[in-house]
């Protein structure tokens, strides 16, 4: 199976902290996604990227960005983490052979004093 | 835009009761539609999807969905509620005419058991 892991699972951050969220994925898939999950709106797509060194923004990318450098790793950046940033950050990743099913790591709890 | 929208974001049933959870959809063209579930500190993982053919689909821990296209609805149903199934439920739709493939998720409903 396809495992998606996000190394951290629970961070604690200051306001004005820059924050790196790590999601790496072991299947050499070329689609990968940061959602965004607050209660009572679902999960938001922050930003996807198609294939390595290729993002393009989801609905709610204000005050983040993204980097892939390597086809397994699709990192998450806060440059200047927010309270309002404070959330559950889910990552997941989807195979062209399998095109309409991602599998989602266990996600990283932020929360920004 | 599309969107997905589920009734109710909190649902409470007995042990061995019915589960019905509530979707709909909006679009002019059936969508892709999938449920997802979250249990307690884990990411989602696949219930079910629809895609094409049968308007009913079966889905993993007895769950399933039909898919109604007169409704714009695609409701996720278990005969008999375990404890095992208490978990946040989503419902997602791929549009299908927009070549970006993103998942569209509804706000999610949490689903209590009780003994």
């Known amino acids: 199976d396809v495992k998606v892991t996000q190394s951290s699972r629970y961070l604690v951050k200051r306001t004005g902290e820059k924050v790196f969220l790590e999601c790496v994925q072991d299947?050499?898939?070329?689609?990968m996604f940061w959602y965004r999950q607050d209660p009572g709106l679902g999960l938001r797509l922050i930003y996807f990227?198609?294939?390595?060194?290729?993002?393009e923004k989801g609905d709610i990318p204000e005050g983040y960005s993204v980097s892939r450098e390597k086809k397994e790793r699709f990192s998450l950046i806060l440059e200047s983490a927010s309270t309002n940033q404070t959330s559950m950050y889910l990552c997941?990743?989807?195979?062209?052979?399998?095109?309409?099913?991602?599998?989602f790591g266990a996600g990283s709890r932020l929360t920004v004093l | 835009a599309q969107s997905v929208t589920q009734l109710g974001s909190h649902v409470s049933v007995s042990e061995g009761a019915l589960v019905l959870l509530r979707c709909n959809y909006s679009?002019?063209?059936?969508?892709?539609l999938f449920w997802y579930v979250q249990y307690p500190n884990q990411g989602l993982q696949l219930l079910l999807k629809?895609?094409?053919?049968?308007?009913l689909v079966k889905g993993i821990n007895g769950f399933e969905a039909e898919f109604k296209k007169s409704e714009t609805s695609f409701h996720l149903t278990k005969p008999s509620a375990h404890m095992s199934d208490a978990a946040e439920y989503f419902c997602?739709?791929?549009?299908?005419?927009?070549?970006?493939?993103?998942?569209?998720f509804g706000q999610g409903t949490r689903l209590t058991i009780n003994p």
């Open positions: 299947m050499d898939h070329e689609n």
């Open positions: 997602a739709v791929i549009p299908i005419i927009q070549g970006a493939q993103k998942l569209v």
């Open positions: 629809y895609t094409t053919g049968a308007t």
């Open positions: 990227s198609y294939d390595v060194k290729m993002k």
């Open positions: 997941a990743s989807r195979s062209p052979r399998r095109r309409n099913v991602l599998t």
């Open positions: 679009s002019s063209v059936p969508p892709y």
